[in-house]
């Protein structure tokens, strides 16, 4: 349903760093940059799989916020380990470590973090443990 999100941040540079580390556990990276030169004052970055930015940071549009929630998708629980240990090791704030969380269904495997500028991120896989790839 969502074609593309994105978020402001206060440091570009550091958000850019933290974020590749953390979405490289999920299968991705950056496919797109816009410079300031090109938009007139914006900067950013999208992440996502080869040739399709779903994932925008950057700063000069406006504000980082506080409180946004992200989910990204995993194809297994072990990269929802991943996410989680890269995201810590990165600097993030541990929001919930991996596990199931039955309140939401019953395969509902996920973990969460709080990066940088405040925002909760989250990996999660709705797969049951036997379908695992």
Known sequence: MIDHLG???????????????????????????VTRA?????????????????FWIGKGSGEPGRGSHIA??????????????????????DNGAPGLRPRYHPDYYGAFAIDPDGHNIEAVCHLPAEAQP
């Open 7 to 33: 978020i402001d941040v206060a440091d570009y540079t550091d958000s850019r760093v933290f974020y590749e580390r953390v979405l490289a556990t999920l299968g991705y990276g950056v496919v797109m940059e």
């Open 38 to 54: 090109q938009s007139g004052g914006y900067e950013g970055c999208g992440f996502g799989p080869p040739g399709r930015p779903h």
């Open 72 to 93: 990204f998708s995993a194809s297994n629980r072990a990269q929802v380990d991943a996410f989680h240990a890269a995201a810590l090791a990165a600097g993030a704030r």
